[in-house]
């Protein structure tokens, strides 16, 4: 959906006009725009997909009920060919983008606040997980098969550091079988976490909910700062808060390392109207950073 289509959308649910539509380009499951009239600010998001909203609709409710700093619903429907959802805005900007500005102070804090609210969400009762489930088949082997698919299929990178974490993955089976299906936000990490002013002002993108270890939203978060060449202090704090055993610290190094492997696969490919970036460049980055981590992994 064009700029063009969200002023239409906004007449007919409006009766108005908007005088700024910004695209956000971070993200690659839907088209995202911020809306801003006269009086206020809205966030429209539109997929093909038929459905695509329901679940995104179910967990806002249900996390806006603990008092977790959610958008609230108003509006959703279908218009030209497209779902569409409205919802309220934050200020604020993804921590990835404001990051470098942050303070250390600023930083902890974040941190805690983000422990907090992962906290809350634990807590929510889960309905129909199967008797079956395991944190291994559903999370982690589904993840290092699509990677290696992934990396097979674009042939940027070489398989083989798939396999690699697919050994590891068979060391770390008693950890995995003490997992419980427990609620997390576990798209939180560079992405989806506003930030104004230093502090915590939204989370956004929830489309669905992480079940398991939420150990991943910190390695997604390392993974995603040392691939934008930044510091990682916040994980420090994190990790700091969580107070992590010997066994989740190697738990986390090892989600880290997957986390590569999945970033590895991404690249190249194209979601919706956007390509991942690829180089030269970029692969050796990688695979430097994933050698580094495989060194501390292993020592």
Known sequence: MNKEEIVKLCIDCFAKQPKNITR????????????????????????????????????????????????????????????????????????????????????????????????????????DIPADWTWKASFVDDMLVRAKERIITNGYFAPEKVERLMKAADQLEDYFAGIKPVAYLDDISTKNLLIYEGRVTGVIDIDWMGIGDKLTYV????????????????????????QLSEEERKAFAFYTLLFCVDFMGERGMRFMDQQVPVSAEIVEQMNGIYEKLWKEYVN
Request: hydrophobic residues 40%.
């Open 24 to 127: 956000c380009v971070v993200g690659q499951g839907n088209y995202v725009y911020i809306v801003e009239f006269t009086d206020k600010k809205i966030v429209v998001r539109c997929n093909e997909e038929t459905g695509v909203y329901k679940d995104t609709i179910y967990w806002l409710e249900r996390l806006a009920a603990i008092d977790i700093p959610v958008p609230r619903v108003l509006g959703r429907g279908t218009f030209g060919g497209y779902e569409y959802l409205i919802l309220t805005y934050f200020e604020g900007k993804d921590i990835g983008l404001v990051y470098t500005e942050l303070t250390a102070a600023e930083k902890r804090d974040i941190a805690r606040t983000v422990v907090g609210i992962q906290n809350k969400v634990s807590a929510l009762q889960l309905e």
């Open 219 to 242: 390695a997604m978060t390392n993974m995603a700062l040392l691939n934008m060449k930044y510091d990682t202090d916040y994980v420090t704090y994190l990790l700091e808060e969580m």
